[in-house]
């Protein structure tokens, strides 16, 4: 059975920075892209990062793009997201989830299919607030 467990949410002022981690157990991790979705009350959930299973290549989102940094740790079946500069928007419940593949990048921007992402974890919450 695949689980997934998201740890490192809180509560930061604006400006300050938190690191997300997620750690999966049942699959075979260093052969999936792994990601960071996040969906605010009374708002789609949306992805906010991907990072390929070799970690060679990595995906974000517009709005977080120069201030979010995915990484992960195969050897410990964890990857992470490094969150900098955090704006009162950014407040959400964050997700981790695996897939064989991010998506595609087209101009400059990301894009997946949702549907592709399986194993989600039960979410952290991020709140930033002053």
């Known amino acids: 059975q695949v689980q997934a467990v998201e740890s490192g949410g809180g509560l930061v002022r604006p400006g300050g920075s938190l690191r997300l981690g997620c750690t999966i157990s049942?699959?075979?991790?260093?052969?999936?892209?792994m990601a960071w979705f996040r969906q605010a009350p009374g708002k789609e959930r949306e992805g906010v990062s991907c990072?390929?299973?070799?970690?060679?290549?990595?995906y974000y989102a517009d709005s977080v793009k120069g201030r979010f940094t995915i990484s992960r740790d195969n050897s410990k079946n964890t990857h992470y997201l490094e969150m900098n500069m955090l704006k009162p928007e950014d407040t959400a419940m964050y997700y981790c989830?695996?897939?064989?593949?991010?998506?595609?990048?087209?101009?400059?921007?990301?894009?997946?299919?949702?549907?592709?992402?399986?194993?989600w974890g039960q979410g952290t919450q991020v709140t930033v607030s002053s």
């Open positions: 989830a695996a897939a064989d593949s991010c998506g595609i990048v087209t101009s400059g921007s990301w894009y997946y299919v949702i549907t592709d992402f399986n194993y």
């Open positions: 990072i390929s299973w070799s970690g060679d290549n990595k």
């Open positions: 049942g699959l075979t991790f260093d052969s999936h892209a």
